[in-house]
């Protein structure tokens, strides 16, 4: 969860071993994707950042063991 353009998908990609790109491509509403590392396995869910998908997002956090929130260190507006 986070604003967008922060990174949410692309630390999702670098998990799942896609390579970084520099091009920005949105998530629309949620992606969902599931990664095997050896011993343990991550379904997860990519939100969008856009506040017009946020309705959506509630019937997705339930039942999860953990959240990660993204912010970019470089946009003043993602710290408040």
Do not use: A, Q
Not at 20 to 49: A, N, Q
Request: charged share 25%.
């Amino acid at each position: 969860y986070g604003n967008h353009k922060n990174g949410k998908s692309t630390l999702i990609n670098r998990l799942h071993g896609i390579p970084f790109e520099s091009s920005y491509t949105p998530t629309h509403g949620v992606d969902y994707k599931i990664i095997d590392m050896d011993d343990l396995c991550l379904r997860v869910w990519d939100c969008s950042g856009e506040d017009r998908y946020f309705s959506i997002f509630p019937r997705f956090f339930n039942e999860i063991s953990l959240g990660i929130i993204t912010i970019d260190l470089s946009n003043t507006e993602d710290l408040d």
